[in-house]
């Protein structure tokens, strides 16, 4: 069964780092894009960027350039996204979601990650 | 960038309704669109692509149409599993993938 499967809630304090994680299974890893999308309480679907992790050629989204890193080891056919300092307006869903290159669509999500960011 | 709009951002509707929710971009696009569907608590699902390519094990009555900068995602026959929240995605501006604010179709 192709799946993402991402890693568990976190609770955070401001100004703490974190990483979360994506791994793929039942597929190429390193042959699809990995997306990242947030989703804030109550709100919308927001793309933030993509990496290949054939060969790790990221791209971000204006909005959250220099907010974020993406990143991946392909060896663990996992996505990472990670934050230096976080801020209370981190707090959101984050999705990962593979991109079907023939279908130019992300045809696969992960089930989503909660980070919550308060002091 | 490229924007999404999305019209209604809210549609009340019953079962058996035919609903049509239609994704403005702000400039063409071709055919490079998305629709997801979203349940409370849950992923993004795909439904179409390509503008009106259906997602495979997605029902017939999901249909999608359009191209350039107007597009349509159509239910033909509401059922009560369709009560969600429906996003369009451009996948043009690469690698910039914006998304449409959302419609929510909700029962009437």
């Known amino acids: 069964e192709v799946q993402l499967v991402q890693s568990g809630a976190e609770v955070k304090k401001p100004g703490e780092s974190l990483k979360i994680s994506c791994k793929g299974s039942g597929y190429s890893f390193t042959s699809y894009w990995i997306g990242w999308v947030r989703q804030m309480p109550g709100k919308g679907l927001e793309w933030m960027g993509i990496i290949y992790p054939g060969d790790s050629d990221t791209r971000y989204s204006p909005s959250f350039q220099g907010q974020v890193t993406i990143s991946a080891d392909k060896s663990i056919s996992t996505a990472y996204l990670q934050w230096s300092s976080l801020k209370a307006s981190d707090t959101a869903m984050y999705y990962c979601?593979?991109?079907?290159?023939?279908?130019?669509?992300?045809?696969?999500w992960g089930q989503g990650t909660m980070v919550t960011v308060s002091s | 960038d490229i924007q999404l709009t999305q019209s209604p951002s809210f549609l009340s509707a019953s079962v058996g309704d035919r609903v049509t929710i239609t994704c403005r971009a702000s400039q063409g696009i071709s055919s490079y669109l998305a629709w997801y569907q979203q349940k409370p608590g849950k992923a993004p699902k795909l439904l179409i692509y390509?503008?009106?390519t259906l997602q495979s094990g997605v029902p017939s009555r999901f249909s999608g149409s359009g191209s350039g900068t107007e597009f349509t995602l159509t239910i033909s026959s509401l059922q009560p599993e369709d009560f969600a929240t429906y996003y369009c995605q451009q996948l043009n501006s690469y690698p910039r993938f914006t998304f449409g604010p959302g419609t929510k179709v909700d029962i009437k």
């Open positions: 979601a593979r991109q079907d290159v023939e279908a130019d669509a992300f045809d696969i």
């Open positions: 390509a503008a009106s």
